[in-house]
């Protein structure tokens, strides 16, 4: 059974919860309040997670069988120590306590079709991981520029706000062109890969850190595109959309 | 980059509060149970303020309560009026020209109060409060929670100013909601009773699943930073001895979280008094009575006044 | 350019870019502005571009982040649905029985689409515009390299250059250019792009364009072939062909601005995709310096947007009414068979926009011969170019259905009425159940769109004498199994299927009935029987088959008017009200659309129409002035 400690309106949090939803996986939530309790930093959390960040997931299915795909026997015979070594915590099950990791390892776990992460193919698997260090980029402004309108955080907004439109620019410049090659995601391909819904949160939220997309025509574009994927599900902040046009 | 030297080049040149009645009103501006005795910041119409809880001696004014101190960030000895109620610590930076509203439910002992949450939005207070008297939107913003399509009519209810009290009082309202009580498989129609008592607050009574002859109170404490920015605080006081007050402040943090986008999306952020600006339907009554209301007590703060 | 442009002087109509053709991806809102006021533009199913003001009527809520769902807007407010096309609004949730007022119509402005741009202008639209009273686009712009000279005021001029922008984006001798926005004023704008150049990718050299500013706005230079690499240091042997490259500078607002741009040839431009990239780089230096030069400014304040009032009417609660509006002139389009004895007739305008109108929607028509009928609108949410109705030659034809099938022909020109709706759809029940006799099928096939486009759960069961008369099969077979058409059946039969049809009322379940007069009446006994609420049940006859009588006199007090007057026998309330200049809108005159409803505060009506519904009819609370009379001595109206 796959815990997520959860905080309805984090943005890093709803990262999971989307790709939990895509993928189809049940799985139980355990609400830490992040504002204005700071459960996050609590001693109870702290003990789970010593960073005291969220989300936080415990995947607590050691047998294949309970999970959504049956590893390859051969896998699993060839590499028993990574389980073994992987950070078992007291309550018994594998915890990982950052998105992009928890991404990483639902998509690589459970999805059917491996095309959320693809993991034998180097070249997709490296921009992926670019991606999700510029996702950090935009958690590390746009995030925060949203901490400091909604819930008073005490940091310097206007430098967030112009670090996330620089951002924003080279990620319109880089959808621009995408689309110019009929590409519909962050990495080329014809589905989305993990490195979509680890970007689209904190940008389908930036305006409630003052930061507007209107100057990005193809981030919102995409942003369309993201919410259309089956399985996609909002957050307060995030508007629902209407069908595709099918052709 | 450019755009955010522009906003905060305006922020400077806002003026503070010219509009008397909203100068010499009480407003909250933060939950007791989160004032610890370190200095806090906040903004009220424009002006810095610090605040904290006050070792016993601090504050020989005979103004208010005396657990708080609040001044001016830039007047640091010299207190402004206290008022401690229904969780929140209400200040005035003029002086206060009406006691602060009665909220007698607050004092049931059977009620579990809970401050809900403080969140920013930019937007007018009284855009936030028209939004809190709005039933038709449940189904489209508050989607599976306090509504859900196809059920969308807002039938009738009643709307009345009071005499004696001068409030806004809107009765007999009633909408459908989905599972409505815990455990019920379909929805029904719930009850509500909206209260403005105060140009910046509103007071929603809403039929209790547990008990008939009650209700349980949502209300709306509206603080206004300046004339385009807010801090929502949420009270709620349920009679319900099951439900942990973590689930009732998450509850009403979605949904609060759920309206700061549409009315981070209202343009313009101010509200227009003005019959003409907008477009109301019947369902509207509540926020004709309150802008005429408004208009009455000629409020200036946070509204586009109508043109004499 | 500190200061707005001068609105009172051309400007107010010159052609902006606001966004590129390519940015409006099917089912997606792009958010706009030009000159300080957000837009919120889309495109429609059809094709069309519609370019709106960015704020729902209704709360001032941005249609920027409203769902853009083919054929209709909807606000994520309060699920407000807005036309395609005309901007008005069809449907407010929270009021699910009512018919919007038509004058509910967000701010429209100009929009055309050339040169792979879709351009607006500052002045908004009035509710009905003329497109020709729109200025073109410079047709010199391009120096004649696309557009063959059009003639001035011709209607096709925007339709024959898209068609023309498409064929060169085709051919590739056309290319867009990705837009950069920018956060400077447009004079500072226009100052750096005169100075515009770019690094040449195979000889990595700086190239510089001498740009011609033909105003603040539009800046036009010269490119050779990349290709051509040799001759670009120098110009001794310039190229014979050289690459037209357009600047257009779109004013955001007072310090915003995009830089919208496009390349054109006279045959295909080759390397499109690194002409793409150097122009995207060139134009990124180009915004750094510009964002430079505004930090040693004082920023100007944002330019100020009015807000355009309301219309009086809509700003009093409850804003609802079906006031009377004037008639608008339309042109037969098309009229096709669309089964045995019925034609199908579509009319478009001759100028402008046709008027909003809801599915169960009617207007009428004046046809050449003196007569006035009623017919349904068949329309699909958002075909807001047409207005199509299904026209059955009766066989008793007075002239009406006889004259339109008979003499009518395309391109001939009629008079119609805008739309009325008194047979609102509510598009809130769990399960909506139409049921049509015969030609009833028109109000119930607009229903019957607009819920299936919607996704919302229906049945539709058509009751026809044979397959010959089922009318707008095409249109049927798209609704798959919720539309099932029941053929050949008698009286008796009929009545047992409707038994079936009706024997389970659910809550929130709604049935819409159109058809004869007998099969009406007996569905609405039926349902009745099953325990159908009334408010459930909602019908619309073709016509009234009811004994009218007219001997009684009887006196009728206005109660806001003031004033009381006498109906003698002979004659009909509605005309008496006429006659000492009480307007009242009306249709059909003979009890059967509801248009002329009045409200009664006192006295008993003697009701002899088939409009109200028998509940209504025994509150006794409104009447239909046309044909409705007075069992009392006397009545008092709310009007």
Redesign the interface.
């Known amino acids: 059974m796959i815990t997520l400690y959860d905080y ?2 984090s943005g890093n949090c709803y990262k999971i919860r989307l790709l939990l939803s895509m993928l189809e996986i049940e799985y139980s939530k355990h ?1 830490v ?1 992040f ?3 700071a459960d996050h930093k609590s001693e109870w959390f702290k003990a789970i997670n010593p960073l005291g960040t969220l989300p936080v997931l415990v995947d607590r299915s050691h047998e294949p069988q309970n999970a959504g795909q049956r590893r390859p026997l051969q896998q699993k015979t060839e590499k028993p120590h990574n389980e073994q070594t992987a950070d078992l915590n007291p309550i018994d099950g594998l915890t990982l306590k950052d998105s992009a990791a928890i991404l990483v390892y639902l998509a690589t776990r459970y999805d059917k079709t491996a095309s959320w992460y693809p993991s034998s193919d180097p070249a997709k698997i490296a921009q992926i991981t670019e991606w999700l260090a510029f996702a950090d980029g935009i958690t590390a402004s746009a995030s925060q520029a949203r901490l400091a ?4 955080y005490n940091v310097d907004a ?1 430098a967030c ?2 670090r996330a ?1 620089q951002l924003f620019r080279i990620l319109d ?1 880089h959808l ?2 995408a ?3 009929k590409q519909r995601w962050l990495v080329a391909g014809d589905l989305p890969t993990i490195a979509d819904l680890a970007c689209f949160p904190y940008i389908i939220l930036s ?2 850190g ?1 930061i ?4 990005y ?1 193809a981030i ?2 995409w942003t ?1 595109r993201v919410k259309r994927i089956p399985g996609f599900i909002v ?11 099918s052709s | ?1 450019l ?2 030297q522009i ?2 080049t305006m922020a400077m040149t806002e003026t503070t509060c010219k509009d008397p009645v909203i100068h010499n009103h009480w407003h909250a501006i933060a ?1 007791i149970e ?1 004032t610890g005795s370190h200095v806090h910041h ?1 903004r009220l119409l424009g002006e810095d303020l610090t605040y904290q809880a006050s070792t016993a001696r601090d504050t020989s004014d005979s103004t208010g309560d005396h657990e708080f101190a609040v001044s001016r960030t830039a007047a640091p000895d010299k207190l402004l009026p206290v008022h401690c109620a229904y969780g929140y610590i209400w200040t005035c930076l003029g002086t206060p020209a009406q006691p602060l509203f009665t909220l007698p439910e607050y004092a049931e002992s059977d009620r579990n109060n809970v401050c809900a ?6 937007v007018s207070a009284p855009r936030a409060v028209e939004n809190f008297l709005d039933m038709g939107h449940f189904p489209y913003v508050h ?1 599976g929670i306090l509504g859900e399509q196809p059920h969308t009519e807002v039938r009738e209810y009643d709307v009345e100013i009071t005499e004696d009290s001068n409030e806004v009082i809107a009765t007999r309202c009633r909408f459908y909601q989905p599972q409505a009580a815990a455990g019920a498989n379909e929805g029904m129609l719930v009850e509500y009773v909206y209260r403005v008592p105060h140009p910046y607050c509103s007071i929603l009574y809403k039929s209790c699943p547990d008990d008939e002859s009650r209700m349980d109170v949502i209300a709306l404490f509206v603080q206004p930073v300046d004339e385009i920015n807010i ?1 929502a605080h949420a009270l709620v006081s349920v009679i319900d001895a099951t439900s942990a007050p ?1 689930a009732i ?2 509850f009403q ?2 949904i ?3 309206d ?2 549409i009315l ?2 209202q343009l313009p952020k101010k509200l227009p008094l003005d019959p003409r600006a907008e477009t109301p339907i019947r369902a509207d009554k509540s926020a004709v009575f309150y802008r005429r209301w408004l208009s009455r007590q000629g409020i200036s703060y946070g509204v586009i006044p109508a043109a004499a | 350019m500190d200061t707005k442009p001068d609105s009172s002087s051309d400007n107010n109509h010159y052609w902006h870019p606001i ?1 590129s053709s ?2 409006l ?4 809102v ?2 706009g ?1 030009l000159l300080g006021r957000e837009l919120a533009v889309w495109r429609a ?1 059809d094709g069309n571009v519609n370019v709106w003001e960015n704020r729902c009527l209704h709360r001032g809520v941005r249609l920027s ?1 409203g ?4 054929r209709e807007l ?1 606000c ?1 407010y309060h699920g407000w649905r807005y036309a395609n096309r005309t901007a008005g609004c069809t449907y407010i949730p929270a009021h699910p029985a009512d018919s919007p007022a038509r004058t509910i119509c967000n701010n429209r402005y100009p929009v055309t689409e050339q040169y792979g741009l879709i351009w607006s202008a500052e002045s908004a639209l009035p509710a009905t515009h003329n497109s020709a009273s729109v200025p073109d686009i410079d047709p010199g712009f391009l120096n004649g390299s696309i557009t063959a000279p059009v003639a001035d005021g011709d209607l096709n001029t925007a339709t024959i250059r898209a068609l023309n922008t498409e064929r060169e984006i085709d051919a590739g001798r056309l290319l867009v250019l ?2 950069i ?1 920018v956060n400077a004023t447009i004079d500072i704008v226009s100052t750096v792009l005169q100075s515009y150049g770019y690094i040449h990718p195979l000889s990595n050299t700086p190239v510089h364009c001498a740009v011609e500013a033909r105003d603040t706005y539009r800046h036009t230079t010269q490119v050779t072939p990349l290709t051509a690499n040799d001759c670009i240091a120098s110009n001794a042997n310039p190229p014979a062909e050289l690459i037209q490259l357009h600047f257009i500078i779109q004013p955001v607002d007072s310090a915003r601005s ?1 830089i919208r741009g496009f390349m054109s040839g006279s045959s295909t431009i080759e390397h499109p ?1 690194t002409w ?2 150097l122009h ?1 780089a060139a134009l ?1 230096q180009l915004r750094i310096v510009a964002e430079q030069q505004m930090q040693a400014i004082i920023p100007p304040a944002a330019w100020e947007v009015s807000i355009t009032p309301v219309s009086e009417s809509l700003a009093k609660m409850p804003g609802i009414s079906n006031a009377a509006a004037t008639t608008q002139r339309v042109v037969v389009r098309a009229i096709t068979d669309t089964a045995k004895d019925i034609k199908s007739v579509e009319m478009a305008a001759i100028t402008g926009d046709l008027a909003t109108w809801q599915p169960g929607s009617h207007i009428d028509v004046l046809l050449a011969n003196g007569l006035t009928r009623q017919y349904s609108l068949t329309n699909g949410p958002g075909q807001t170019d047409h207005y199509n109705i299904g026209v059955k030659l009766e066989a008793e034809s007075s002239g009406g259905s006889s004259f339109i099938h008979h003499s009518l022909k395309p391109g001939d020109v009629l008079t119609v009425s805008p739309p009325r709706n008194n047979f609102s759809l509510r598009r809130d029940a769990v399960k909506t159940l139409l049921i049509a006799g015969g030609i009833g099928i028109t109000p119930l096939l607009s229903m019957a769109k607009a819920l299936f486009h919607s ?1 919302l759960p229906f049945e539709l069961h058509y009751f026809v004498a044979d397959n010959s008369h089922v009318a707008f099969k095409s249109c049927l077979d798209e609704f798959g199994k919720a539309a099932n058409i029941v053929t050949g059946l008698d009286p008796t039969e009929t009545n047992s299927r409707l038994q079936q049809l009706l024997a389970h009322y659910e809550n929130a379940h709604h049935v819409y009935l159109c058809g004869p007069g007998p099969m009406l009446d007996s569905a609405k006994a039926i349902a009745e029987a099953h325990s159908w609420p009334d408010e459930s049940v909602h019908f619309e006859y073709f016509k009234n088959a009811t004994e009218v009588s007219q001997d009684k006199p009887f006196s009728v007090a206005l109660a806001r008017t003031g004033i009381t007057l006498q109906v003698p026998a002979g004659e009909t309330l509605l005309s008496v009200l006429r006659n000492n200049a009480v307007a009242l809108p009306s249709s059909c005159e003979q009890g059967a659309c509801g248009t002329c409803i009045v409200d009664v505060i006192d006295g008993t009506p003697l009701h002899q129409d088939v409009y109200l519904s028998n509940a209504e009819k025994k509150r006794g609370n409104c009447m239909m002035t046309c044909v409705s009379r007075a069992l009392s001595d006397s009545l008092t109206l709310d009007i």
């Not at chain 2, 949450?117 to 930019?122: I, Q, Y």
């Not at chain 3, 769902?67 to 083919?70: K, L, M, Q, S, Y």
């Open positions: 309805e309106l609400t309040e504002y204005p309790a309108e909604g819930f008073f206007d706000r112009a439109h410049e621009w062109f689309e110019h090659r305006e409630e003052s507007s997309r209107q100057d025509p919102r574009r369309d957050m307060p902040g995030v508007f629902p959309i209407g069908p595709e046009l | 980059m755009r955010v906003a905060s939950a989160d906040t949450c403080s969140v920013g939005v930019r989607t801090r973590l402040r998450m943090q979605t609060f979280g759920q700061k986008p981070e999306n | 966004a390519t940015d991806t099917p089912r997606h792009f958010h502005q199913d982040i769902v853009n769902d083919g909807v994520q990705r837009p926005p995009v995709t793409l990239q995207n990124s996704d």
